[in-house]
C-alpha cells in the first residue's frame, strides 16, 4: 500500500459518539432533576429520533437546523420535566454538554502522534462545524492533524461525492502539491457513509466494525487501533 494521506472520520472512529451524547443527555435531565429511572428511556428516544432525522439529512431531505430543532421538540413533547424549555434553548445546552463530554482515550491519541509523522491527515466528519471544532479542541486533535472538513461547511454529507473532493482539494492546498486519489484511504466505521462514499468518489477505504457479514472494503479492521498498527508496519 503506499498511501501518503489519510481521511479518518471523527466519531466512533476516533471519539465514542455514544458516550459523549449519553454524557450530554444524562446532563440535561440532571438540569430538570429527572427521575433517574427515566434517563434510560428519554436517551433511547432521542437516540431513535436523532438517527432517524440525521438518515434524512444524509439523503439530502432536511437541513441541519430541522435536526437540532425536530430532535428536542419530540423530547419536550415526550418529558414533561423539559415543558418549560423551548427546542432552540435545549438545544444550545445539550451541544454545549456534548462538547464537555467528549473524550479521547490514550491510546488513540498515542497512534495519531505515530501517524501524523507519516502521513497527511484530514477529519472527515458528518456534522455541526463549530460543535465539531469545539470538540475536537477540547481533546486537542488539533496538534495531530493537519485540518478538518465537515458536512455543514461541504454542504453535503457522506456519502456524498463533494464532501471527499472538498477534504482531497484541502489536504492538496495544505500539503502544496497535488495528490492522486491512489495516495489517500478513508478509514471509518460507517459502511454506508465511509466506505461507500468514499469508493465512490475514487478513493480507497478501510472500515472499522466488529460486524462480520458479508459487506466487503479494501482494508477491514476490529477497531481503529489495529488500523493504526498496520498502517504504521505497512506502507514502509
Ligand atoms: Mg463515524
Redesign the pocket.
Known sequence: MDKTTLFI?????IVS?MRSERGALEKLCNLVNMDVSKINSMVALYREKNKELWNMFQEGEINISQITSERFAYIISKFHEFANYDPEHLNKLYLRFFVQSTEIEDDTRLYLEKLKLKYNIIIV??GIHEVQKKRMFRIGLFDLIDGFVSSEVAGAAKPRPHIFALSHSKIEEICERSIAKNEILMI???YS??VVGSNNYGIDACWITDEDDSKDSKYKFNTFNEACEYLLKGNQ
Do not use: R
Not at 472520520?9 to 472512529?13: A, I, N, Y
Open positions: 472520520d471523527f466519531d466512533d472512529t459518539y466528519t458528518n471509518g466505521d460507517s457513509a465511509d
